[in-house]
């Protein structure tokens, strides 16, 4: 048998009200009062609906998040910073896979907004005005993860693209390279494609090296398959590179698997560095050097930032996390004698 609200009044001889009042972990009652109502639920078993409880308390202890991808190590390492911060505030997450696509994610924000959420995460996505309208029309906070907006004042928590890709061509420059190749993302992405591009040249002209559009592939993203594709392409147009910074570590797993079919070894033949330091990295052959973004660090800041503004209705500051190369063995010293 189903116990209702009415139920528990009934049992433990008090109001409606005041059950919900106990509910909801509100003043007006005593302790005796809070005891009878608990061991009534207790006997029945009562299990309150949530969204009568929303209703009430004007919250759903809910957040929502959105991902293009949501089975990616990417996501899956966000996702557990987000989790554990929603589970210390009393939060659930619904988690959407908006696989990049339009009219998903409308339709993810339109059932975000039927769940009643009280916040929302939005990762590694642009805004679109399509998307800020819906999302200002919900009336709740957002954040921004693994991206931000410079049209739409929404905060946001991330890496600072351009200077990490600075950091990983440098890095290669340091090793002794001077012949770098790049395998980019899609070039008219302006939060994860062109910053890259632009933070590998800025290291190349810093050190006086040459910057030429043909040791650079743009693929269409930063998936294994793109890079795969992608170095056999970059050796034909560059073949005397020496090192390369692959844009993601998928797009770096994706060159290091083409250069095994190509017999080219890694880093005697040919050096390459990734971007992100996804737990696969390590387990690759070799394991992989990469430039590390704090994932999981970023979904717990991310979802904090979002309960601070839910909880307390404060305005929160954007993050720039701190970056860093994990040194491994992918990328050869080359040493003149």
């Known amino acids: 048998m189903s116990y209702t609200i009415k139920d528990v009044a009934k049992l433990a001889n008090v109001s409606i009200a005041t059950v919900s009042r106990v509910l909801n972990g509100q003043s007006g009652f005593s302790k005796a009062t809070e005891e009878k109502v608990l061991n009534a639920i207790k006997e029945l078993g009562y299990q309150p609906n949530a969204f009568a409880r929303s209703l009430i308390s004007k919250k759903s202890n809910t957040v929502g998040i959105l991902f293009p991808e949501v089975s990616s190590q990417f996501s899956s390492k966000i996702l557990r910073g987000v989790e ?53 029309s919900m009336q709740i906070p957002v954040v921004l993860v693994s991206t931000e907006s410079y049209q739409y004042p929404l905060p946001f928590v991330k890496v600072d693209d351009k200077h990490a890709a600075f950091t990983a061509t440098d890095y290669l420059v340091k090793m002794g390279h001077s012949k770098i190749g790049m395998l980019s993302g899609n070039k008219e992405d302006i939060i994860a494609g062109q910053p890259r591009i632009d933070g590998y040249k800025q290291a190349l002209a810093l050190r006086g090296h040459d910057i030429t559009d043909k040791n650079i592939i743009h693929s269409q993203g930063f998936s294994f398959k793109d890079g ?105 010293k080359i040493i003149f004698t």
């Open 228 to 332: 795969f594709a992608g170095l056999p392409k970059l050796l034909e147009q560059s073949p005397d590179l020496t090192a390369v910074f692959a844009a993601s570590d998928a797009l770096a797993l994706g060159a290091i698997s083409s250069a095994y079919k190509l017999g080219v070894k890694i880093p005697d033949d040919l050096s390459i560095i990734g971007y992100d330091n996804l737990p696969i990295a390590e387990m690759a052959i070799p394991p992989l050097t990469t430039v590390a973004q704090p994932l999981e660090e970023m979904g717990m800041v991310a979802a904090e930032m979002l309960f601070t503004i839910m909880e307390q209705g404060k305005r929160v500051e954007s993050r720039i996390m701190p970056h860093s190369v994990v040194e491994r063995e992918s990328v050869k």
């Open 84 to 136: 554990e911060a929603s589970h210390h505030h009393g939060s659930s997450v619904i988690v959407c896979n908006t696989a990049s696509h339009g009219q998903r994610t409308m339709k993810y924000l339109q059932l975000l907004t039927e769940k009643r959420v009280d916040g929302v995460l939005f990762v590694s996505e642009m805004i679109t005005e399509e998307y800020y309208n819906t999302l200002e």
